[in-house]
């Protein structure tokens, strides 16, 4: 089965610093999706990359997929303390998720 | 408005009974899915259905069982093999994998 592995698990930084999460699979994504939740809510869906090289940003947020499909990445620009919580990555098909980022952004 | 319905929202049960969680959509989707989260932690699927009748094993799926008679339901029970069971549920549901929504979860506490 795929696996994805998100690094790092958690993060703390100080408000308006950039960051960057990543993420990590086992196999070939064929589509993989970017949430963002608080513990004991629902998701937040972020965006979905598809294509190898595909980049995407809303807002202060950038993800990227790379070209061979393995690896995604998550950017941050100026965080701010409306950025915290867990960001998940999943793989489309079954759709499951890395383990998660905490994120805490310190005003 | 379509989407997708989990209740309760909170839910109490003592140790060694069965629980069963709601989850239901008027999306007409397809597929349906069921996570388990743990404070601090990602998501981590315990069954998931692509169709009416049929439905497979996640990765965490001992102690839990699931039914898929409706193409609207999904409902989850928690049975009193599931040695850890507190912990957060969510459910979501897609077009065949794809175009996912998830329900706003239930909170399940052992007492």
């Known amino acids: 089965s795929q696996e994805l592995e998100q690094s790092p698990q958690s993060l703390i930084v100080q408000e308006g610093k950039n960051l960057t999460i990543n993420c990590t699979s086992s196999?070939?994504?064929?589509?993989l999706y970017w949430y963002k939740q608080k513990y004991g809510e629902g998701l937040i869906f972020l965006m979905m990359?598809?294509?190898?090289?595909e980049e995407k940003s809303h807002e202060k947020i950038t993800a990227k997929l790379d070209e061979k499909k393995q690896q995604s990445s998550l950017h941050i620009t100026a965080s701010q303390p409306s950025h915290a919580g867990i960001y998940l990555c999943?793989?489309?098909?079954?759709?499951?998720f890395g383990e998660g980022t905490q994120l805490t952004v310190n005003p | 408005d379509g989407g997708i319905t989990q209740s309760p929202k909170y839910l109490f049960r003592k140790e060694g009974q069965n629980v069963t969680l709601s989850c239901e959509q008027n999306?007409?989707?397809?597929?349906m899915y069921w996570y388990r989260q743990d404070p601090g932690q990602g998501l981590r699927l315990i069954y998931y259905?692509?169709?009416?009748?049929?439905?497979q094993k996640g990765d965490i799926a001992e102690g839990y069982s699931v039914s898929r008679e409706k193409k609207e339901s999904f409902p989850l029970t928690v049975t009193s093999a599931q040695k850890n069971p507190t912990a957060f549920y969510l459910c979501?549901?897609?077009?065949?994998?794809?175009?996912?929504?998830f329900g706003s979860g239930t909170r399940l506490t052992v007492v």
């Open positions: 979501a549901s897609s077009i065949s994998f794809g175009g996912y929504t």
């Open positions: 196999k070939t994504l064929y589509g």
């Open positions: 990359l598809q294509k190898g090289g």
């Open positions: 999943g793989a489309a098909g079954r759709l499951t």
């Open positions: 999306l007409n989707h397809d597929a």
């Open positions: 259905s692509q169709i009416v009748n049929d439905f």
